[in-house]
């Protein structure tokens, strides 16, 4: 079975700054996609950024920036020129790659606060 | 990206009654669909697997007769929880996987309901 271990359950960062979400996930699939979702205060549950395995160039998404290390099944996800808007619930996820029917797989996710 | 769409967005009802909860994909078709529950500061619950023009497959714990799911069109799932009560109070979410763009194997979510059971 799949799982996804965020070990941050909260961080804080000042606006501006950079910080650093953690996630590690154990698998024994060779094909699959990796996720950051983003959970502001309104609950409504957003896509930051979405890697996949096969592709070993780090996705990159503005501001948001992750660093995928597949032999050691982590991927942290890096926000650069922190704002307040990234006031968040982040929760790091899994797929495997066959097809719409497979579930997605969810940390426990990190409570990010943006102080100004 | 792709949308989905819920509704309703809160919804307050009294213990013994049935509350139904709609789930849309707008700009894509969706054979398959997700509902989850989340209570606060909580991560996401996988509830069932809603499949177009069959039945849906409930996560181990879940009462299927208690939250009843149907998927009667390509762009549109149900969740019915019926006889609704005070535990039954949460926050409850609803995705889509959009198979047919780019992106096919993200799922996209609805901006959830939130159910109070007085």
């Known amino acids: 079975a799949q799982t996804v271990t965020q070990s941050q359950p909260e961080m804080s960062v000042q606006e501006a700054e950079t910080v650093t979400l953690s996630c590690t996930y154990d698998?024994?699939?060779?094909?699959?996609?990796l996720f950051w979702y983003k959970q502001p205060p309104s609950r409504q549950m957003i896509l930051v950024i979405r890697?996949?395995?096969?592709?070993?160039q780090n996705a990159t998404e503005n501001r948001f920036s992750v660093n995928f290390q597949k032999a050691a099944k982590s991927f942290s996800l890096k926000i650069s020129d922190s704002q307040l808007g990234d006031t968040a619930m982040y929760f790091c996820?899994?797929?495997?790659?066959?097809?719409?029917?497979?579930?997605?797989?969810f940390g426990k996710g990190t409570k990010l606060t943006v102080n100004p | 990206g792709a949308v989905v769409s819920q509704h309703p967005s809160r919804v307050i009802c009294k213990s013994g009654t049935s509350v139904k909860i709609e789930c849309r994909s707008l700009?894509?078709?969706?054979?398959?669909m997700f509902w989850y529950r989340q209570f606060p500061k909580q991560s996401l619950m996988l509830m069932a697997t809603?499949?177009?023009?069959?039945?849906?497959?409930?996560e181990q714990g879940v009462e299927k007769d208690k939250f009843l799911i149907n998927h009667a069109s390509l762009t549109l799932s149900t969740l019915t929880v019926t006889s609704a009560h005070p535990e039954d109070s949460s926050f409850y979410i609803c995705?889509?996987?959009?198979?047919?763009?780019?992106?096919?194997?993200?799922?996209?979510f609805g901006p959830g309901t939130r159910l109070t059971v007085l």
């Open positions: 700009d894509f078709q969706a054979t398959t």
């Open positions: 996820a899994f797929i495997r790659t066959q097809g719409g029917s497979e579930k997605l797989v």
């Open positions: 809603s499949n177009e023009g069959s039945k849906a497959t409930y």
């Open positions: 890697q996949e395995a096969y592709k070993q």
């Open positions: 995705s889509a996987p959009a198979r047919d763009k780019a992106d096919a194997d993200t799922q996209y």
């Open positions: 698998t024994s699939e060779s094909n699959y996609y």
